[in-house]
């Protein structure tokens, strides 16, 4: 697994739990069940989240962490909308869509778990020899 992926994972990590950190351990026994919807079926780009439920991270937070797997005709936006989910992983873009289309009017974006675009462009250095 590459560096930015773990990297892009970790970051995932840490906004989901900041963005449930009102929820006090001391002052919860119990754990407090939450469902993350994944964008697409488990792969090396959602590692963070569940190297993050393995390790116990969420639970030290007092959260039951409960991921939940993509497809292709499953939308993380619809998903949280309709109360499937509490938390979703969706491309910005497909979020403002579904926004201007009407759905999930109510929702917040936690936050983005990358400081710059994590698309790339590549182009073949004529220079270099092989």
């Avoid at 499937?84 to 873009?93: L, R, T």
């Avoid at 999930?104 to 590549?122: E, I, N, Y």
Wanted: proline share 3%; charged share 20%; with cysteine.
């Amino acid at each position: 697994m590459s560096k930015h992926i773990k990297f892009l994972g970790l970051c995932g990590l840490i906004l989901l739990v900041m963005a449930l950190m009102s929820i006090s351990v001391a002052a919860q026994e119990e754990l407090t069940p939450v469902r993350l919807q994944l964008q697409w079926v488990a792969q090396s780009q959602f590692g963070g989240y569940y190297a993050a439920v393995d390790q116990g991270f969420y639970e030290e937070e007092g959260l039951d962490v409960t991921i939940l797997e993509g497809a292709v005709e499953i939308v993380p936006q619809q998903v949280v909308a309709s109360g499937g989910a509490e938390f979703g992983i969706a491309w910005v873009p497909k979020v403002l869509e579904s926004r201007q289309a009407g759905c999930g009017h109510h929702q917040h974006r936690a936050g983005v778990p990358a400081q710059r675009d994590t698309r790339s462009l590549l182009r073949r250095d004529r220079n270099r020899k092989r």
